[in-house]
């Protein structure tokens, strides 16, 4: 497995494409259609070079490379990370059996299913995100949104390689749906929930990256850990890329909340919409409604089809390898807390192979936990007695044991019309979206910022922030 990637071939890659005639003529028979997909579903803002970043090797060292790019000319290709001589499986019956290099028939539809529900996020996020450079708070912003979704777009072509090598016709087929189908599309929708909900707004923007992107990171590190080594290389150079998505999220929240406490101090009020920034209450509903619907994605807490793809050995646990268990989970317990319908919690001991959906989630929580203190502590820094939170795990959600409750973020299981009547503070209204929607005006000129966020501490590739990201006609 070649550490370098070949750019000489049409596909860029490190899986020595050109050995293997046929995978390679249906690849590139599916490129044309990807760009035909960009083209139309992609980031409608025309540029004349991006300064982006590629991927030109996979090893630890030096493994992109920085430049201005035509966002249509970005050079998609398939990359895994590098193998890793006598892996064996870590976990479920197979524990300790070499990994599979080729798909095992008992376990195909799985496979299958896991790798196009992973496939069918990355187009979704573009398309959700493809307005937002026509409203980009500056060109670092903006450079930022091109990078994430060019990205993406590599993702897919990571999962579709996956298809086309190890599934035949059936995996071909896959490939040309995960075109067709469409972010909020009402006749074929995107497959998972929050990948249907509009990216309206750069604070919707920096909270998906923020909160929807971590449920990536999640999940791409439970499959790294599969027993098909192909799939398991591809999520780990995945989680690479991936992480610059977060940090986009993270720092974007930063500087909004800075900017926030910034103005709140300057008029001494909270109340700054009239100033051009963004009211905490309305950064909280943002937080509210994007944490609740990433949680949806982990699935049902119980979940059987977790505890097979487990066993199966198809998909592990966060850090699988580092955690101190039989790694079969047979035996365990762990407990669950679900609403009852008399408004209070009770708690049941189940095996913990039936919970693994909800073992992850467990971690992503931790996880949010951090950029909360992040924010809380600019608040603090700024001398504001506020503070921003995570709600409870079982608010407003339509997945799991939680889906079919009204739970508040304090987690108090109310009725329906306390619910209804609570909506408007705790979730975004049509008032709040259309404010932060009139916060959001271009600015494109280099060094500029707009009004509602702070600029960044630093630039991109030890840019400056005033560095010429993004050439506009
Ligand atoms: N929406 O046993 P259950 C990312 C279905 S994000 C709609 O509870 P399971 C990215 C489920 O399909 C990461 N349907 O769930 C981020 C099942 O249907 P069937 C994406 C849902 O299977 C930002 C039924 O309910 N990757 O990479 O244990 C930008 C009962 O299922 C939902 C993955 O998710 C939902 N939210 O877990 C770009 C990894 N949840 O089979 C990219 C691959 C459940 O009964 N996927 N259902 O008809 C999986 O591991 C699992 O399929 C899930 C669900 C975690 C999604």
Known sequence: MPEKIDYDSKIPNNVDLSSNRRLQRALEGWQPRFM?????????????????RTAVSVGREGWAHFDHVVPEDYRWGIFLAEREPGRTIAFGEHQGEPVWQQVPGEYRADLQRLIVIQGDTEPASVEQQRLLG???PSLYDLRNLFQVNVE????????VYLLHAYFGREGREEAEALLYR???????????????????????????????????KYQLGTLKESAFDPLSRTCEFMLKEEAHHMFVGTTGVDRVVTRTAELMREHDTADIAAHGGIPLDVIQKYINFHYSVSLDLFGSETSTNAANYYTAGLKGRWRETRRKDDHKLTDDSAVLERPADDGTWTQEELQSILLLNLDLRGEYIADCRTGLK??????????????????????????????????????????????????????????DLAFVRSLMHPVYERGKI??????????INGKPFDYEYVYLS
């Open 182 to 216: 469409n972010s909020g599309s009402p006749d074929t929708p995107r497959i998972l929930g929050a990948f249907n909900e509009e990216t309206a707004d750069w604070l919707a923007f920096y909270m998906f990256t923020y909160f929807t992107d971590r449920d990536g």
């Open 134 to 136: 026509l409203t980009a």
């Open 374 to 431: 992040r924010w809380n502590k600019i608040l603090a820094d700024n001398g504001i007695d506020r503070q921003l939170y995570l709600p409870h795990p079982g608010f407003n959600r339509k997945v799991g044991v939680n889906a079919g409750y009204h739970v508040t973020p304090d987690g108090t299981i109310v009725d329906e019309h306390t619910w209804e009547k609570g909506t408007r503070r705790w979730l975004p209204t049509s008032e």
């Open 36 to 52: 035909n997909w960009w083209s139309e579903m992609g980031p409608t803002l025309e540029t004349h070079g991006v300064y982006l």
């Open 450 to 459: 707009a009004s509602w966020v702070a600029p960044p501490t630093n630039g």
């Open 152 to 159: 993406e777009g590599r993702h897919l072509w990571a999962m």
